[in-house]
């Protein structure tokens, strides 16, 4: 019983990471989707395919060594006539046959196309190691942007929530002042069908963080319908250097994945290269015979022993193929080292992009900063003036209006900022270590 209580506790702790913790961090989610997201396994699986094909043997470097046998029995009615006059007559002679024997054969030289085939096999592996980090790192760009999507939803249901006290105060004000008379029924009225509003546009927003969090269960491979409580606030603490994250282009995973496929072009047009030198291959083996006949000229004839020699070949025309091949395989290597170069172009101009706009998302969120202190105490002052009559229900209108915006922004700038952090990482190699 205690052995499945102990079950029973991993097992819901594997599940539901809100079960167990308070809030469910964006490690929590990394932690799940590197082991769990179905294109990481199944690049993971490919990977090590790949690696396990880099052998000697797959290159045909190691040799070929088989072991034969066979027993074969019969019975026949034989009838034989030699020339001497001597006649032979026989029914239901049995014959058997017994053989045994290993043959070795090893390919000494190749034209170098092995040692060619072994290096692009393990440029390959290598590879495969290199598109699992390219498919890791796409989950975990995923996850942070959806992970502090849903953080970004939770903080503009808070911040709808937060100014839903000003409504609140701003009607049963403009009730108060229209109950004895110092107001008009215009204002109570705008006031309710502004309060209403912001009760559908919270509506809105929690629906909003449903669809934000259930977006995130399928990425991570929880249960759609799991319920937990994520960060409440979005950290920017990242400080970048425009020469240190030129200089780190060079470990971009999708760059590094391509400059290995021009290794792997090289190798293959080498391997091509060797069919135009010849094949030299040795081969060894052991022969056992052993043949009964109760009607042939021997009764017994039995033999054994080793052979070994050795084979050479030499392609002297096969249709002009191995030009046209070795043609097709430079014309690859020459579209892998193009496909290069367009990507560091590429990751270039996306890099400036990034960079710039990290800076200016950098100094809108400390304006917005700034921003919502004012925004804040603006509406504060007006809700207060408006209790004491110095100021209008259209003016406190006005107050709400612009706290809600401004807080909508805070939110979106944060966001922005975070995302365009993620991005600056992916770029240089650094997402995924």
Same mark, same amino acid.
């Given at each position: ?12 702790? #594997? ?37 396990? $094909? ?26 034989? %006539? ?41 440029? /390959?592996?290598?590879?495969?190691? /290199? ?49 004895? !008379? ?61 020469? #240190?994250?030129?200089? +780190? ?21 080498? %391997? ?23 009607? !042939? ?8 022993? =080793? ?33 290069? *170069?367009?990507?560091?172009?590429? &990751? ?7 960079? %710039?706009?990290?800076?200016?998302? +950098? ?24 209790? &004491? !009559? ?25 966001? $922005?900022?975070?995302?365009? *952090?993620?991005?600056? =990482?992916? &770029?240089?190699?650094? =997402?995924?270590?």
């Amino acid at each position: 019983m205690r052995k499945y209580k102990v079950f029973l506790f991993y097992f819901l702790l #594997l599940i539901s990471p809100a079960a167990f913790c308070q809030v469910f961090t964006l490690e929590n989610a990394m932690d799940r989707a590197l082991n769990n997201n179905f294109s990481i396994r199944v690049e993971r699986n490919n990977s090590e395919i790949k690696n396990n $094909d880099a052998t000697a043997g797959n290159a045909g470097m190691l040799p070929q060594v088989d072991a034969t046998g066979s027993y074969t029995t019969s019975i026949n009615s034989t009838k034989q %006539e030699y020339s001497n006059g001597t006649e032979i007559n026989k029914d239901g002679a049995k014959q058997t046959v017994t053989t045994a024997g290993v043959a070795l054969e090893w390919v000494l030289f190749d034209g170098m196309k092995m040692f060619a085939s072994y290096d692009r096999l393990k440029s /390959i592996s290598e590879q495969g190691r /290199i598109d699992l980090k390219v498919a890791m790192e796409k989950v975990v760009e995923d996850v942070n942007t959806i992970y502090y999507g849903v953080v970004k939803e939770s903080q503009l249901l808070k911040a709808l929530q937060e100014t839903f006290v000003f409504y609140e105060d701003r009607l049963k004000i403009s009730e108060n002042k229209y109950n004895i !008379g110092s107001a008009s029924k215009l204002d109570y009225l705008q006031s309710k069908v502004d309060l209403n509003a912001q009760r559908a546009a919270i509506l809105q927003q929690q629906e909003n963080l449903t669809n934000a969090k259930t977006e995130l269960n399928r990425l991570l491979v929880f249960p759609v319908d799991s319920s937990y409580e994520v960060a409440d606030t979005i950290i920017i603490n990242y400080n970048p250097d425009y020469a #240190l994250l030129k200089s +780190s282009l060079a470990s971009n995973f999708q760059l590094r994945s391509i400059e290995k496929n021009i290794s792997i072009s090289r190798y293959s047009l080498n %391997e091509l290269k060797g069919q135009r030198l010849p094949v030299v291959s040795g081969n060894a083996g052991y022969l056992f015979s052993d043949n009964k006949n109760d009607a !042939g000229f021997f009764v017994k004839n039995q033999t054994s022993g =080793l052979q070994f020699g050795i084979t050479a070949r030499y392609n002297l025309f096969n249709g002009f193929n191995t030009s046209r091949q070795i043609k097709n395989a430079r014309l690859s290597m020459l579209n892998s080292q193009l496909l290069f *170069e367009q990507t560091t172009q590429n &990751l270039n101009a996306d890099l400036i992009i990034a960079f %710039e706009h990290f800076k200016n998302s +950098s100094d809108r969120l400390k304006l917005e900063e700034d921003n919502i202190i004012y925004a804040r105490e603006n509406a504060s002052v007006f809700i207060q003036s408006f209790r &004491l !009559g110095s100021a209008n229900s259209l003016q406190v209108k006005a107050a709400q209006e612009s706290l809600n915006t401004a807080l909508s922004r805070l939110v979106n700038a944060r966001f $922005d900022t975070k995302i365009t *952090e993620v991005a600056l =990482l992916r &770029l240089t190699g650094q =997402l995924v270590k």
